[in-house]
């Protein structure tokens, strides 16, 4: 496709149970970010991948979450054991290079847990 | 701790009235600056970035931005908005190195009135 996919739309969860959460980005983007979007907030950093190396995790809240891009393209983000305060929507973007600064973002995944 | 403050969370205009949108940050080093727009129902998309030259930066739909580097501010800008302009609009950082996460702002939802 020609943007950031990203898949399922919306999930509802119950509280402790384990999600997946996949994004597929722009073919041939070196670069993928996932963040964490709270009702009524700005995105907030979780982790970025460089081809299939993680990077940095450093916004990853907690070791309930683990986010993986094994061959360099389609990344998935997983929260176990899911908590209220998991709710939010999950974002993917990608960028073509390591160097290249512009992000395209995918629709986002909004997750409620019940 | 790295932050971006945008002022105003809700903004409404009539059309063909001017938009001026404050972002200010707080980090002493060079940064990446960005405007990201999200239309209702649609992914985050990029309205205009600043990365080094000339201060003053167009977009695209006619919106532009400034840096000012002492103020450590970079407001977005429109002459005359139109009601197409309704969605939520976000400042995002990027400290320059090998961070490449972006910092954002809360948002600011503009209502455009026909």
């Known amino acids: 496709g020609a943007g950031v996919s990203q898949s399922p739309r919306y999930k509802v969860a119950k509280r402790g149970q384990d999600v997946a959460l996949r994004c597929d980005p722009i073919?041939?983007?070196?670069?993928l970010f996932w963040y964490q979007q709270a009702l009524g907030q700005g995105p907030e950093f979780l982790t970025y991948?460089?081809?299939?190396?993680?990077?940095?995790k450093s916004g990853l809240p907690s070791d309930r979450f683990f986010a993986e891009r094994p061959e360099g393209s389609v990344s998935t983000l997983k929260i176990q054991r899911t908590q209220q305060e998991d709710s939010a929507v999950y974002l993917c973007?990608?960028?073509?290079?390591?160097?290249?600064?512009?992000?395209?973002f995918g629709q986002g995944t909004r997750l409620t847990v019940v | 701790a790295q932050s971006v403050s945008q002022h105003n969370h809700h903004v409404i205009l009539s059309e063909a009235a001017s938009l001026e949108l404050g972002c200010n940050y707080s980090?002493?080093?060079?940064?990446?600056l960005f405007w990201y727009v999200q239309y209702p129902g649609q992914h985050l998309q990029l309205l205009l970035k600043?990365?080094?030259?000339d201060p003053l930066v167009k977009g695209i739909k006619g919106f532009e931005a400034e840096f000012i580097k002492s103020k450590f501010s970079f407001n977005l800008r429109k002459p005359s908005v139109q009601w197409s302009d309704t969605a939520e609009y976000f400042c995002?950082?990027?400290?320059?190195?090998?961070?490449?996460?972006?910092?954002w702002g809360l948002g600011t939802s503009l209502a455009v009135n026909p």
């Open positions: 973007a990608s960028s073509p290079g390591p160097t290249n600064t512009e992000a395209f």
């Open positions: 073919s041939g983007h070196v670069s």
């Open positions: 991948f460089q081809n299939e190396a993680q990077l940095d």
């Open positions: 980090y002493g080093g060079t940064v990446n």
């Open positions: 600043y990365f080094s030259g």
């Open positions: 995002a950082v990027m400290p320059a190195g090998n961070n490449r996460k972006l910092i």
